[in-house]
């Protein structure tokens, strides 16, 4: 496999070697793409979520994508490939640009896959990512290709929270109350004696409450810096909301037995690309920001609402 170009004074920077990607879901809000296309592979303009997710991977200056797969999903691997016959022909034919395309991902990070045999939820999934870490790996992020969080670099900002409070550090983002029943939910408290306010103390975490019996509006997004003692508090863990071996249960664990957990509360942007509505919107967000295609995706999203107005306004005088 290829290994990182990115310069070896800058890896590690933050003291994270591995990312884990859980990807073995079934995708099954996006059917039906998702027969045959997993939705990790799904373009946001022209890339794939798991290469913004390598990509954000590398800037951290991880070196390891440990890509948790289900048995008939090898194709997000695939993706890491070399194509040498791609690249051969479009060398030949002067793309050039085309060519830095193709080689992109696997120049970014190396990934190793990781199958995970039966879906048994996200905290087995990320238990299975043990076997992958060296021994002097005291911590490691998870990053769910689902969540796009922008801009990037939380994960950087969780690791120097790491520096300075030591154990487990996640991210959390505020959420009207009636849509907690979507995330782990935590219960958290001020930190005395830090000189900022977007970091809590974390004292409980439940996974998609009712939101009655929610103990915060701040939810779990999709960035996890967790220190190994998760891989014991895995392996104690029933299964839990859903028949599921959930990671919320097991950082709950660690906290009742006293291991130091944090949020950095991340005030940023974020895209949900796991469901059509998410996905669409950060199509159009990424799409906007593009150089080539913004100026003109701009004019025509004006020229679709305008005529979808008309369309409204001549419907209701019918
Ligand atoms: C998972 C986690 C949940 C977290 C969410 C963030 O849920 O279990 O705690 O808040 O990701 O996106 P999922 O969205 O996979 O159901």
């Given at each position: 496999m290829?290994?990182?170009?990115?310069?070896?004074?800058?890896?590690?920077?933050?003291?994270?070697?591995?990312?884990?990607?859980?990807?073995?879901g079934?995708g099954?809000?996006f059917?039906?793409?998702?027969?045959?296309?997993?939705?990790?592979?799904?373009p946001?303009?022209?890339?794939?979520g798991?290469?913004?997710?390598?990509?954000?991977?590398?800037?951290?200056?991880?070196?390891?994508?440990?890509?948790?797969?289900a048995?008939?999903?090898?194709?997000?691997?695939?993706?890491?490939?070399?194509?040498?016959?791609?690249?051969?022909?479009?060398?030949?034919?002067?793309?050039d640009?085309?060519?830095?395309?193709?080689?992109?991902?696997g120049?970014?990070?190396?990934?190793i896959?990781?199958?995970?045999?039966?879906?048994?939820?996200?905290?087995?999934?990320?238990?299975?990512?043990?076997?992958?870490?060296?021994?002097?790996?005291?911590?490691?992020?998870?990053?769910?290709?689902?969540?796009?969080v922008?801009?990037?670099?939380?994960?950087?900002?969780?690791?120097?929270?790491?520096?300075?409070?030591?154990?487990?550090?996640?991210?959390?983002?505020?959420v009207?109350?009636?849509e907690?029943?979507?995330?782990?939910?935590?219960?958290?408290?001020?930190?005395s004696?830090?000189?900022?306010?977007?970091?809590?103390?974390v004292?409980?975490?439940v996974?998609?409450?009712?939101p009655?019996?929610?103990?915060?509006?701040?939810?779990?997004?999709?960035?996890?810096?967790?220190?190994?003692?998760?891989f014991?508090?895995?392996r104690?863990?029933?299964p839990?909301?859903?028949?599921?071996?959930?990671?919320?249960?097991?950082?709950?664990?660690?906290?009742?037995?006293?291991?130091?957990?944090?949020?950095?509360?991340?005030?940023?942007?974020?895209?949900?690309l796991?469901?059509?509505?998410?996905?669409?919107?950060?199509?159009?967000?990424?799409?906007?920001?593009?150089?080539?295609?913004?100026?003109?995706?701009?004019?025509?999203?004006?020229e679709?609402?305008?005529?979808?107005?008309?369309?409204?306004?001549?419907?209701?005088a019918?």
């Amino acid at each position: 496999m290829v290994i990182s170009m990115i310069s070896p004074n800058r890896q590690h920077t933050h003291g994270v070697k591995t990312v884990v990607v859980p990807a073995a879901g079934m995708g099954t809000r996006f059917l039906p793409a998702t027969k045959t296309v997993p939705k990790e592979l799904l373009p946001v303009v022209d890339t794939p979520g798991i290469e913004l997710i390598a990509e954000e991977a590398a800037q951290l200056g991880a070196t390891r994508l440990a890509v948790i797969t289900a048995p008939n999903k090898q194709e997000v691997l695939a993706h890491f490939g070399e194509f040498p016959l791609l690249v051969e022909t479009l060398t030949e034919r002067g793309k050039d640009e085309q060519v830095a395309k193709v080689k992109r991902a696997g120049e970014l990070i190396q990934p190793i896959a990781v199958e995970q045999e039966r879906p048994l939820g996200l905290g087995h999934a990320v238990g299975l990512a043990e076997s992958v870490l060296d021994e002097d790996e005291d911590a490691f992020a998870v990053m769910l290709p689902d969540d796009l969080v922008l801009p990037m670099g939380a994960v950087e900002e969780m690791a120097k929270v790491r520096a300075e409070l030591g154990g487990t550090v996640l991210c959390a983002i505020e959420v009207p109350r009636e849509e907690t029943y979507n995330y782990g939910v935590f219960e958290i408290e001020e930190v005395s004696g830090l000189d900022r306010d977007d970091v809590k103390r974390v004292r409980g975490m439940v996974e998609k409450p009712d939101p009655e019996d929610a103990p915060s509006n701040y939810v779990a997004t999709g960035r996890y810096l967790l220190d190994r003692a998760i891989f014991d508090a895995l392996r104690r863990i029933k299964p839990g909301k859903g028949g599921e071996l959930q990671l919320t249960d097991a950082i709950a664990l660690l906290i009742e037995e006293g291991h130091p957990v944090h949020v950095l509360v991340h005030h940023g942007g974020r895209h949900d690309l796991g469901n059509p509505g998410g996905y669409i919107k950060a199509c159009v967000d990424f799409g906007l920001r593009d150089p080539k295609y913004g100026p003109s995706l701009r004019g025509a999203i004006e020229e679709i609402l305008v005529n979808f107005d008309a369309e409204k306004a001549a419907r209701a005088a019918e």
